[in-house]
């Protein structure tokens, strides 16, 4: 069966067909790093690594790519706060740390790079200086704005028509503007004392009342990039002017996706992206998860408390393109279901390698459920990745082990061998769970232990031991765990 995806462009799912027979340019919307990333991130992360780890395993090479926003007006608004750092670069420097740090403890598959903005900016101003040179773009005190009236296919990716578009930017923007949907690809400048103030906390404490944030010389100006022009620049610099996947968060179709592809066309002459996918909504209750609302799990704090397996398990569950709700119960039947797995996958393994073990044996059931479930397994993923059918595949093939188990005493040792590369290949390599090791347990117990020593020394400074304390942050620090002292108490990265 061949790999079908639903393209947002042309809202049909479409045999999937790269440029390049052999290889897969994959561009993901990456983060803004002005907090923590919480759980929402971590959903369409899986997501992308799953689609990342399901195109190599039919063969294909894949070039993955996610950029790093770390220019932006709500990074300079946490400039001062707290131990955040007295600079746009420091806030952002510390928040990408924890950011790689959550990553690797997802067990996400490297991308190919991270790109950041503060790295591009050469090229950010070279691409709109070409558009400024062919027409699409004017320059207006200092910034520059993308004319949407120039571009013929404006809004064909979010299905709007120009005249029906919203206007776009700041207030203070609409008056340099020939057209009120026309977007920044320059700004003038640094970010003002009103943008920080819409972004700061009133309970928060900051040490620097108005930061700027960083600026560079352009042809118009001091001045920061736009945020859509950021992502095509990377893009184009890292793949190619014509990418095979572009992903992101179903709340980005507009307005950045859809001025991603005119602002890229424009330059090119080409088309910016093939294949459209995007993640639908992560709500916690009735919102959509944000770091705006406050109403956010961190990663930090979910892994050592639930386990990479298990919220693998969570996210998978959904397919990327559906909603999906966070709750006790859902994590909890995560939980279950990742425990299921698990234990079949430990049982098959040790009566592999016990006596009972024969190579005569047979069990023709099993058998069959691992060939049923590398096939169910294929069709669920060539079906726009549909991972919730994948792990009921799975789930099914852990049933058949126990089933196995629990009704002989000579075991198939063929048919358990099957079972556990079956595990291994798709399980593994494609869902990206961990049944050979304990990683989960091991996140577990290394956060009860830091927790446990935070208290000790919360203690320690609490009775005036204020030496034995920093000697305490000192061990932890030796063991790679990066102690802050915030207004709310101590907290950590690993």
């Known amino acids: 069966m061949t790999l079908r995806v639903l393209n947002t462009l042309t809202g049909e799912q479409e045999p999937f067909e790269p440029a390049d027979p052999d290889d897969v340019l994959l561009y993901y919307c990456g983060l803004t790093v002005s907090d923590f990333a919480h759980l ?3 959903r369409t992360w899986v997501h992308v690594d799953t689609v990342h780890r399901w195109l190599e395993h039919l063969g294909y ?3 993955h790519v996610e950029n790093i926003t770390d220019v932006n007006e709500k990074i300079v608004a946490r400039v001062g706060e707290d131990d955040l750092g007295d600079s746009e670069r420091e806030v952002a420097a510390g928040f990408i740390g924890q950011l790689l740090a959550d990553m690797r403890a997802l067990n996400l598959k490297r991308a190919e790079v991270y790109p950041r903005v503060t790295e591009h900016v050469p090229e950010i101003i070279d691409l709109v200086g070409t558009l400024v040179e062919k ?3 004017y320059e207006a005190n200092g910034s520059v704005y993308f004319d949407v009236t120039t571009f013929d296919g ?7 028509k120009l005249d029906e578009v919203e206007a776009q930017g700041p207030e203070d923007e609409r008056s340099e503007k020939r057209h009120a949907a026309d977007f ?6 640094g970010v003002g004392a009103d943008a920080v103030a819409d972004h700061r906390h009133d309970d928060r404490e900051y040490a620097v009342d108005t930061p700027e944030g960083e600026t560079w010389d352009s042809p118009w100006g001091e001045g920061r990039p736009g945020w859509h022009i950021e992502c095509s620049a990377m893009s184009m610099t890292h793949l190619d002017t014509t990418i095979d996947i572009h992903m992101g968060g179903r709340d980005l179709v507009f307005p950045h996706h859809e001025n991603e592809i005119a602002q890229s066309e424009a330059a090119t002459g080409e088309a910016f992206a093939r294949y459209w996918l995007h993640a639908d909504l992560f709500r916690m209750d009735d919102e959509k998860m944000s770091s705006s609302l406050g109403n956010f799990v961190p990663v930090k704090d979910a892994v050592p408390e639930y386990g990479t397996n298990a919220l693998r398990v969570f996210f998978l569950s959904a397919s990327y393109n559906s909603t999906q709700t966070y709750s006790e119960s859902a994590i909890h039947e995560a939980e279950e279901r990742t425990e299921r797995l698990e234990n079949a996958y430990r049982r098959a393994v040790e009566a592999a390698d016990s006596a009972a073990a024969r190579t005569k044996a047979t069990d023709e059931d099993l058998r069959a459920a691992v060939e049923d479930t590398r096939e169910s397994f294929t069709a669920a993923m060539n079906d726009d990745f549909n991972t919730r059918e994948a792990l009921a595949a799975l789930l099914d093939l852990a ?8 009704a002989t005493a000579e075991h198939d040792y063929p048919g358990l061998r099957s079972a556990i590369e079956a595990f291994d290949d798709l399980a593994g390599a494609v869902l990206g769970l961990d049944f050979a090791g304990d990683a989960e347990g091991d ?11 935070l208290d000790l020394r919360e203690r320690e400074r609490e009775a005036g031991n204020y030496e034995r304390a920093d000697e305490l942050r000192d061990d932890l620090e030796a063991l790679g765990v990066e102690v802050q002292d915030t207004d709310d108490g101590p907290t950590y990265r690993l």
């Open 135 to 137: 027409g699409y773009a």
């Open 443 to 453: 996140a577990t117990l290394a956060g009860e232990l830091v927790d446990l020593v």
């Open 61 to 63: 090479g894949v070039r």
């Open 399 to 406: 049933s058949a082990v126990n089933s196995h188990l629990d």
């Open 154 to 160: 404006y809004g064909k990716l979010s299905n709007q």
């Open 40 to 42: 929402g991130h971590a």
């Open 184 to 189: 920044a690809l320059w700004k003038a400048d």
